[in-house]
């Protein structure tokens, strides 16, 4: 058990442009999750996946972004034109889909929209 | 989820026993108790979970009132490394989402 991995650890842009985050979850797990978190709130759901079907987006999940995990096991968040807003610790987390799962979360990708 | 809902901040001496309570009066029959915690500048970290009796790992326990309307969690032996937000989260599992509030900030006084 590697844990789940998050790359980069963090990332600085400038408003206006694109960002990608890559997840790796646990491998034998089928479902990978996206949060958000912002300074002094809980974990905010963005998405899940249960293999490669993304089964939920929040309301949170803008038009600007957009997930993917094409071949069931790793996942990209893309976020287009960058905002201020969207300055925050994004997590993934990964667990099998077999009732009340344990969720591993990996350590995160803190953006910084300047 | 069921709403919970958790004192913001606690302190508690170092090896000292951490009791963190949580309300979740409108929790459901068939939603579980789940305790995550978040070390600063880390992903949570599950730590317990209970439907209706106690439950002991070797993270921690989790005492389960019978009327299931209130909780507690139980760190026997709190040391420095037990600094953490620690969030209570009322979970049926399945198709839905981990819900979280905003927990409660433990701090660990040596």
């Known amino acids: 058990d590697t844990g789940v991995s998050q790359d980069p650890r963090h990332k600085i842009t400038k408003r206006g442009q694109n960002v990608t985050f890559r997840c790796d979850p646990i491998s034998e797990h089928n479902r990978l999750y996206w949060y958000r978190q912002t300074l002094g709130q809980g974990p905010e759901f963005l998405t899940y996946?249960?293999?490669?079907?993304?089964?939920?987006k929040s309301r949170l999940l803008s038009d600007r972004f957009s997930a993917e995990r094409p071949k069931g096991s790793f996942s990209t968040l893309e976020i287009q034109r960058t905002e201020q807003g969207d300055s925050a610790m994004y997590l993934c987390?990964?667990?099998?889909?077999?009732?009340?799962?344990?969720?591993?979360f990996g350590s995160g990708t803190q953006l910084s929209v300047l | 989820d069921a709403k919970t809902t958790q004192p913001p901040s606690m302190d508690c001496a170092e090896g000292r026993a951490a009791n963190l309570p949580c309300n979740h009066s409108t929790i459901s029959g068939n939603e579980y108790v789940y305790w995550y915690r978040q070390i600063h500048s880390q992903g949570p970290q599950y730590i317990i979970h209970?439907?209706?009796n106690n439950e002991t790992n070797e993270m921690a326990s989790l005492i389960i009132t019978e009327d299931r309307k209130s909780s507690t969690l139980i760190l026997p032996h709190a040391t420095l490394r037990d600094t953490a937000v620690y969030y209570c989260?009322?979970?049926?599992?399945?198709?839905?989402?981990?819900?979280f509030g905003t927990g409660t900030r433990l701090t660990i006084i040596p």
């Open positions: 996946f249960q293999n490669e079907a993304q089964l939920e």
């Open positions: 209970g439907l209706k």
């Open positions: 989260i009322g979970y049926r599992g399945g198709n839905e989402k981990l819900t």
């Open positions: 987390a990964s667990s099998l889909a077999r009732g009340n799962e344990k969720l591993f």
